[in-house]
């Protein structure tokens, strides 16, 4: 396609639940980026995906949230047992690694728990 | 390691004011530096990029910024501010060394246009 696209763009859960939100990334681009906006909050990095290299989950809040990239395209992040404190808006954004960084953006997933 | 701080989570400027944004930025390497845009319930859209060329970088909607390095800054204006300016401003730092192109985020400026 010709942008991030993410899917759902909306989803209620009950706590407790597991979810799991998508996104496909531009083609061609190696680096993909999960973000977490909070009312109120800026932009949480949570995981970074670069390439076949190891991707960096320096930001995932707890062991409840994890990510995976497959085929170096489409990504999946799964918050398992869901919180209210989970509810925000998860944004995917992709990017080349050639040159300058300029990251492209979805227009999220706005996650509600109830 | 780098990072992003934003003066002023909140700024309001009368329509036709001057619109000054600031970004500072903390940066091992050379940096890259962006601008992004977010409208209500939108995504996020890039206004401009600094890539190592001039300092003086010209974006959408009449939007520019200059690099300073000795100032570690990237403020973003406008000399005129419309009503349809109001959405939040992110500021945005990625490393061009090595294999490190990582995109830091400020924490956003939102930013208001009063008629």
């Known amino acids: 396609g010709a942008g991030v696209s993410q899917s759902p763009s909306n989803k209620v859960t009950e706590k407790g639940k597991d979810v799991e939100l998508r996104c496909d990334p531009i083609?061609?681009?190696?680096?993909l980026y999960w973000y977490r906006q909070s009312l109120g909050q800026g932009l949480e990095f949570l995981i970074y995906f670069q390439g076949n290299s190891a991707p960096d989950k320096s930001g995932l809040p707890s062991d409840r949230f994890s990510a995976e990239r497959t085929g170096g395209s489409v990504s999946t992040l799964t918050i398992q047992r869901t919180q209210q404190e989970d509810s925000a808006v998860y944004l995917c954004a992709s990017s080349q690694t050639q040159g300058v960084t300029e990251a492209f953006f979805g227009q999220g997933t706005r996650l509600t728990v109830v | 390691a780098q990072s992003v701080t934003q003066l002023g989570s909140h700024v309001s400027v009368s329509e036709g004011a001057l619109v000054l944004l600031r970004c500072n930025y903390s940066s091992s390497v050379p940096p890259y530096l962006f601008w992004y845009v977010q409208y209500p319930n939108q995504g996020l859209q890039l206004l401009l990029k600094y890539t190592s060329a001039a300092t003086l970088v010209k974006g959408i909607n009449g939007f520019e910024a200059e690099f300073k390095k000795s100032e570690t800054s990237f403020h973003l204006t406008k000399p005129s501010a419309h009503m349809s300016d109001a959405a939040e401003y992110f500021c945005?730092?990625?490393?061009?060394?090595?294999?490190?192109?990582?995109?830091?985020f400020g924490k956003g400026t939102l930013l208001t246009v009063n008629p």
């Open positions: 945005a730092v990625s490393s061009s060394g090595g294999s490190n192109y990582k995109l830091t």
């Open positions: 083609s061609g681009h190696t680096a």
